[in-house]
């Protein structure tokens, strides 16, 4: 720590503001002297903790705390840079030297042209255009600025990366974004942002903000579930690097009725395991709108998924028949227990893994088959080839034509009570599985005279009794409600 007489001034908020600082980024924790050298010390502690040389101590008195016993350090304030508003940074990103271009002559064949009548052209007036993305990551940014004047000079962006600025707390980048009416998404990896005291007062400025990246911001999933107020139209969150320690632990996840189409987890190849919810057994999906089998291959990088319910989705396989579906499911998931509620037997495992070879061996076979089967394949099936290991090779004698459909292998054995008219007897069914739930509701009314819009409908299956499952959508089959032969269905009305 040497001896600077140069002073600048330092802002009178600085305490816990960010700052740049030999291309590092940190947080102001300390304003003040440092006995016994003189003139204003700043204390920071360092995004980046190797940077730093201490804990906030020196010389035997403590003048901060901070995490890493190595993470701190004084600096003079003349080393650091508290940042610009947004606009000089968008002016510093997408700057034009205005008086360089008016200043060149253009030739067209013989004739030179003159910029005239455009000599009054200013930067804004060229940024006020429609600009739909601005990248600002790596920026010094620190906040809106004057009022009003983001939204006079970029109007139009729907996409904006804030990554490593400095911007301090929510509100600042609430401040931003409530100018911005068209912003879709932000990115604000590897920033530090204070957590604001009233999320749910900065839902205006993000009403419209679908996707949101906060990647590498020290945040634990409680305080991600603090700011979620602020982002009542999130459709896309990305919180990967974080201290998210909670969900190590997390067994049972129900995410039913969700409205969820697509799970990825990036961070493992296919068929390997995902280092994300290590503990997770348990994890219900029911009535979402998945409809890809990449989805459940996604699943299969869980490594302790053992309990798996995914009722009412789309996932059919080739020959539209339900139980084949499940076999899929079965096959896919190879440490599964229970699906849908149901125990799965040593027998059913068996089947279903021996189906699945023998459904998707022609595929295999032209893949290139034992010798080498294409990464396209192995994308698709990531299990297969363990099946291949686990029961042998297949031979083409084996393979399993698909079925032509049968509406004789598609009827269901469906049992109607009537829970609340005691003298009713139960009414036997065969229906096909492809039928809607309009078109029972028709049936049902020509059984009982009872109005089909005054029915109300829910189901229990076999093996599982305990659970009621709701029939709501009546354009629906019952085929997309995962009703299978054997099941009851309850039957009510007001």
């Known amino acids: 720590m040497g001896v600077d007489q140069t002073e600048p001034e330092v802002p009178a908020n600085a305490l816990g503001r960010r700052v740049s600082c030999g291309g590092e980024r940190a947080t102001v924790r300390y304003v003040g002297p440092v006995p ?17 040389k201490h804990d906030g101590s020196h010389e035997g008195v403590r003048y901060f705390t901070c995490r890493h016993p190595k993470g701190a350090s004084f600096v003079r304030p003349a080393k650091v840079s508290f940042g610009v508003d947004y606009l000089t940074a968008v002016q510093q990103a997408y700057e034009i030297n205005t008086e360089e271009v008016l200043s060149e ?10 910029w005239e009548g455009i000599k009054e052209l200013a930067v804004s007036d060229i940024m006020k255009q429609s600009l739909p993305t601005a990248l600002l990551s790596r920026s010094e940014v620190n906040g809106a600025g004057a009022e009003g004047e983001i939204r006079k000079t970029t109007p139009n962006i729907q996409w904006l990366d804030l990554s490593r600025t400095l911007l301090s707390c929510w509100e600042d980048l609430a401040a931003i974004a409530q100018q911005l009416d068209h912003l879709k998404g932000i990115q604000l990896n590897y920033n530090r942002l204070c957590l604001p005291s009233d999320p749910s007062a900065h839902c205006q400025a993000f009403s419209s903000l679908r996707v949101l990246a906060l990647n590498g911001c020290d945040l634990t999933w409680p305080q991600i579930l603090e700011c979620a107020p602020m982002w009542p139209q999130l459709e896309e969150l990305c919180a990967e690097e974080n201290n998210i320690t909670e969900l190590q632990r997390l067994e ?8 969820l189409s697509v799970i990825r987890f990036d961070d493992a190849a ?19 709108n998945i409809s890809e089998w990449c989805v459940v291959d996604e699943l299969a990088k869980l490594p302790s998924l053992v309990q798996f319910s995914c009722r009412g989705n789309r996932l059919v396989s080739s020959d539209g028949n339900l139980k084949t579906a499940n076999q899929m499911l079965i096959a896919k998931l190879g440490k599964l227990v229970i699906l849908n509620s149901c125990k799965i037997q040593p ?72 829970p609340d008219d005691a003298d009713r007897k139960p009414i036997e069914k065969k229906l096909p599985a492809s039928m809607l739930v309009q078109k029972v509701k028709g049936l049902l009314y020509r059984l009982l005279k009872v109005p089909a819009t005054d029915l109300r409908l829910t189901y229990t299956i076999l093996a599982y009794l305990c659970a009621r499952f709701e029939i709501t959508g009546d354009l629906k089959s019952l085929q997309f409600y995962s009703i299978e032969d054997g099941d009851r269905v309850l039957v009510r009305w007001a």
């Open 347 to 418: 027998e059913d495992r068996r089947g279903a893994e021996l189906d699945y070879i023998k459904m998707f061996g022609e595929q295999w076979l032209k893949a290139g088959g034992q010798s080498q089967s294409s990464t396209e394949f192995n994308c698709q099936h990531p299990r297969y080839q363990s099946l291949i290991d686990k029961y042998g090779a297949i031979e083409e004698g084996e393979l399993k034509k698909p079925e032509p459909f049968a509406l004789k292998n598609q009827l269901l054995k469906i049992t109607f009570v009537f």
């Open 105 to 114: 002559e253009i030739s067209i064949s013989s004739k030179k042209l003159e």
């Open 36 to 52: 016994p050298t003189a003139g204003l010390w700043l204390g920071l502690e360092w995004d980046n903790p190797e940077r730093g």
């Open 252 to 259: 049972q996840l129900n995410l039913s009725s969700t409205g």
């Open 270 to 288: 296919p068929g390997s395991q995902t280092a994300m919810f290590p503990a997770l057994k348990n994890l219900s999906l029911d009535h979402n």
